[in-house]
T-cell receptor, first 114, second 113 residues
Framework: AQSVTQLGSHVSVSEGALVLLRCNYS??????LFWYVQYPNQGLQLLLK??????LVKGINGFEAEFKKSETSFHLTKPSAHMSDAAEYFC????????????FGGGTRLMVKP | EPEVTQTPSHQVTQMGQEVILRCVPI?????FYWYRQILGQKVEFLVS????????KSEIFDDQFSVERPDGSNFTLKIRSTKLEDSAMYFC???????????FGPGTRLTVT
């Protein structure tokens, strides 16, 4: 079975500050990991993905994430927050034995203060 | 850029009624999915569909649910007799190949009264 835990359902940062959204996964086989963003009243948009190539993955809008197998983590970071980054962020995992079914974490709502 | 579309954007129905949620996946994609998100909760997998048949389904996807790809473009989710607890946002997704990223539609908000 696979699972995802996102620590912190709400994260608040100041504009220009570092963004760090935490994701830990559980998978009995090598995972494929994703971060999606959901803006209000919109669908899920892929930010970035890890599929067993480079452990540091760069995505859209200046976000990146690092896969750390020893820590079973895939934390999302951005050096400098922008007001437009305010949204809900979901970490998701799938694997070879999961038929590409995505298992999502509970989500983290990012708030950016001016 | 190609995108997944869903209709309607919002559906209100009475308990016990049948609803059909419609999705048009990206045209050359081969794998199709339905997920749901109850307000304030995480996104949950419902069902995956490949080669005109269900490949995986969750325990949520009981006999009240069915999926169909009636033609070469549409992918539908039917709920035969809606319950209050079916109120949620329903997302359709598609992928070209296994383990590629899933492209999500904007969702249909289903409200059961």
């Amino acid at each position: 079975a696979q699972s995802v835990t996102q620590l912190g359902s709400h994260v608040s940062v100041s504009e220009g500050a570092l963004v760090l959204l935490r994701c830990n996964y559980s998978s009995s086989v090598p995972p494929y990991l994703f971060w999606y963003v959901q803006y209000p009243n919109q669908g899920l948009q892929l930010l970035l993905k890890y599929t067993s190539a480079a452990t540091l993955v760069k995505g859209i809008n200046g976000f990146e994430a690092e896969f750390k197998k020893s820590e079973t983590s895939f934390h999302l970071t951005k050096p400098s927050a922008h007001m437009s980054d305010a949204a809900e962020y979901f970490c998701a995992v799938t694997s070879n034995n999961a038929g590409n079914m995505l298992t999502f974490g509970g989500g983290t709502r990012l708030m950016v203060k001016p | 850029e190609p995108e997944v579309t869903q209709t309607p954007s919002h559906q209100v129905t009475q308990m016990g009624q049948e609803v059909i949620l419609r999705c048009v996946p990206i045209s050359n994609h081969l794998y199709f999915y339905w997920y749901r998100q109850i307000l304030g909760q995480k996104v949950e997998f419902l069902v995956s569909f490949y080669n005109n048949e269900i490949s995986e389904k969750s325990e949520i996807f009981d006999d009240q649910f069915s999926v169909e790809r009636p033609d070469g473009s549409n992918f539908t989710l039917k709920i035969r007799s809606t319950k209050l607890e079916d109120s949620a946002m329903y997302f359709c997704a598609s992928i070209l190949r296994i383990f590629y990223e899933q492209y999500f539609g904007p969702g249909t908000r289903l409200t059961v009264t």
